[in-house]
């Protein structure tokens, strides 16, 4: 009776609004939360632990370089000899490089601190069959919710587990990557059901890259509420906003148009036919068709494509913050601010790309599948490249943040290539599928902190980070190589494995075309 009440005053508030504007926005929330949880910890370790066990003169190395050299070139002016320059001398310009107590903070050296940020991806690839599995069975609205419920609880226990010991924070890691990792398969499931095809890349775009606007601001975010209060409270502030999501998610999220209390007839009906002629099913596949899964080539496509995508990605999101402190000396304030920025860039590239995909496709200009094709070419081969600016930009922070902005902004367009090409092939199956290449694409998630850990022990200098972005281009270049030979974007025939015969709705094509979202 009372969610009855709920929906009438919601109607009579919100009627105006597609209830697919609704659903959009509870979804970028929860996406925002999701990796509020998942980051948090890459600006707080760099307040965790203790500095590195190295020579003064690797530590900041940017920082260093500056200071002697304005500390030489005052010496010659006041006529002195070289001095010993010391840490002091930079740490009382730059707080952030102090050590603070030592008693105080955490003696993780560089490889357990790449299996710490490493650890989450251990459980990532583990649920994300079942995830998608799940949602095309029973819906979103519980597999999606208990992602962000779960995670919640996991940060707030956070701290204490790392002051015990740090086998506990990986633990809670674990935990948070097996339940995280169901919540962007569950979401392609909806997908299928609620949003028309000519909007899906859209929709992605907005909602899904929220996880990257979610960076741009939980980094700088995260910086601040350490600075002032501590790194703890970085994990309860963030465990606490994902709490209170839960709250709007469940009281407001419907499955499917179809049983949706306020939703309109028109927009129902519209959306149940866009779905349908885009290949989607009423009900759910009680057999999944793993054989042909298995042998199909624009699957292990898009597969391969995810694996070198979030590689990269990996690398930016978990390693970006340290290589800002320990290279070129930002504060854990401007590190976080800084280390948003290019996030930020790829959130605006991701609505550029998509919004000029759709209307290629809409407008007849390209077809699915060369579109899929150009945009996948700039989301991996863009960043590719211009990584390398970064590697060799050496004490220029202001040329490596601006090239970092332009990698990830051209990286925003995979929201029209490999990340939605899974409902382009098999929209009955877009879960499960999702769960699959993200299963694989998480094994590149976590040999990537550990790479860098491997590369970057006891010598956080520039030249070691060097190497660490020279890694990238070879990953990227030859997955993208794989995606455009083998992609498709058409309809795979076992999509419709488990469906009684179907014949698809003939209806004229402006009927199929998709509506903005308002």
């Known amino acids: 009776m009372g969610q009855t009440r709920l929906d009438k005053h ?63 070139s005052r010496a010659d002016d006041l006529g002195t000899g070289p001095g ?21 903070l955490l003696p993780w050296n560089e490889m357990t601190q790449g299996l710490i940020l490493g650890s989450y991806y251990y459980g990532y690839a583990l649920t994300q069959i079942v995830g998608g599995r799940l949602a095309e069975l029973y819906g979103t609205r519980w597999v999606f919710g208990g992602c962000i419920f779960g995670g919640a609880l996991c940060t707030l226990l956070s701290p204490l587990m790392a002051k015990l010991h740090y086998a506990g924070l990986i633990f809670l890691r674990v935990l948070l990557g097996l339940v995280g990792a169901m919540s962007w398969p569950s979401m392609h499931a909806l997908l299928a059901r609620w949003i028309p095809p000519l909007e899906r890349s859209r929709f992605i775009a907005t909602v899904y890259l929220a996880t990257t606007l979610s960076v741009t601001f939980t980094l700088p975010l995260c910086g601040v509420i350490i600075d002032w209060y501590g790194w703890e409270a970085a994990f309860y502030v963030t ?58 080539l624009p699957m292990w496509a898009i597969i391969v494509c995810d694996m070198g995508n979030t590689f990269g990605l990996s690398l930016y999101m978990n390693q970006l913050p340290t290589y800002m402190k320990n290279v070129l000396g930002f504060s854990i304030k401007k590190n976080g601010l800084l280390s948003g920025l290019p996030f930020l860039s790829r959130y605006i590239g991701g609505l550029i790309a998509s919004s000029c995909g759709d209307w290629l496709i809409g407008k007849s200009l390209l077809s699915i599948l060369s579109t899929r094709r150009i945009f996948s070419a700039i989301a991996m081969l863009g960043p590719g490249f211009v990584i390398l600016g970064v590697a060799h930009s050496g004490c220029e922070p202001a040329i490596a943040v601006a090239l970092l902005c332009l990698s990830l902004f051209f990286n925003g367009a995979i929201t029209t290539s490999q990340l939605v090409n899974h409902t382009d092939i098999a929209p009955n199956f877009s879960g499960t599928l999702f769960g699959i290449s993200n299963t694989f694409a998480s094994i590149a998630s976590f040999i990537a902190p550990v790479a860098v850990g491997a590369l970057t022990e006891g010598q956080q200098t520039m030249a070691a980070w060097q190497r660490v972005f020279w890694m990238c281009v070879p990953v990227y270049v030859l997955t993208e190589i794989f995606y455009l030979v083998f992609c498709s974007g058409t309809v795979q025939s076992w999509n419709y494995s488990g469906q009684p015969t179907r014949q698809p709705p003939s209806v004229p094509n402006d009927q199929a075309e998709a509506q903005p979202l308002q």
């Open 239 to 296: 465990g606490s906003l994902s709490l209170i999501w839960c709250i709007f998610w469940f009281g407001l999220m419907y499955d499917s148009p179809s049983v949706h209390p306020r939703i309109s007839q028109e927009e129902r009906e519209h959306i149940e036919l866009s779905v349908s002629v885009g290949g989607s099913s009423r009900l759910p596949s009680k057999r999944i068709p793993w054989k042909s899964i298995a042998s199909s």
């Open 84 to 104: 010993l320059f010391t840490l002091n001398n930079l740490t009382s310009r730059y707080p952030s490089l102090e050590s603070q107590d030592a008693n105080g």
């Open 10 to 72: 919601l109607v009579n508030a919100c009627g105006c609004i597609p209830s697919r504007v609704v659903l959009a926005s509870l979804a970028f929330l929860g996406f925002v939360n999701l990796f509020m949880v998942r980051v948090n910890l890459s600006v707080a370790i760099v307040a965790m632990v203790q500095p590195p066990n190295v020579t003064e003169d690797v530590q900041a190395q940017c920082l260093l370089d500056a200071q002697e050299h304005r500390r030489e």
